[in-house]
């Protein structure tokens, strides 16, 4: 199903998702995408959809890292994408934790994944159609994101999720092994 116009876009989770999971990476060189994701990647852009990573980055209210250093990892990925044609519409990062170290980043926000702020924000900068958009993610907290943000969900069931304490809102409409199966059933309009 081709998506009209530039109105729906996938967003897609950085660390287990997009990439491979190093955690608190902020190293351009240690950033790899994950197997399967050009391929994915090409068949979402193909069928019109926009692409956008939505991270959570508590290792900045952690202290790990400065905010600054995500700048060079937007331009990693920019830069990986790019070799194969692709583009990346957004980056979205929440910096925040609420037990974070970082006095200005130790805080409650709505921008924390399972909060919908990141997605929301991309929408409304983007004039995306979240009806018609995914959230693709390798956690319970990124489906409950996209749910709250009225998009279809995908849960990416490669061992990340820990936890399982499920919801409705915590329900992925789909589970799949990999970012290929996710983006059949995207461009299938399996919702």
Request: aromatic share 6%; net charge neutral.
């Amino acid at each position: 199903m081709a998506v009209t116009g530039n109105s729906a876009a996938v967003f897609l989770d950085k660390d287990g998702t997009l990439v491979e999971n190093v955690p608190y990476n902020v190293n351009p060189d240690r950033i790899r995408l994950a197997p399967g994701a050009v391929e994915a990647l090409r068949t979402m852009a193909a069928a019109g959809y926009r692409l956008f990573v939505v991270s959570n980055q508590s290792g900045v209210a952690r202290g790990l890292f400065r905010e600054a250093a995500l700048a060079a990892v937007q331009a990693r990925l920019k830069g990986l994408l790019e070799q194969h044609g692709l583009t990346l519409s957004g980056f979205y990062y929440c910096p925040h934790h609420p037990q974070g170290k970082v006095t200005d980043y130790a805080t409650e926000c709505t921008c924390r994944k399972p909060q919908p702020g990141l997605l929301l924000t991309a929408a409304g900068q983007h004039g995306i159609d979240l009806e018609s958009s995914w959230l693709v993610g390798d956690i319970l907290d990124d489906v409950e994101a996209g749910r709250r943000a009225g998009c279809a969900t995908i849960l990416l069931d490669n061992g990340h999720e820990t936890e399982w304490r499920m919801n409705p809102q915590r329900r992925p409409h789909h589970t799949v092994a990999d970012l290929p199966s996710a983006a059949r059933i995207i461009v299938e309009g399996r919702r």
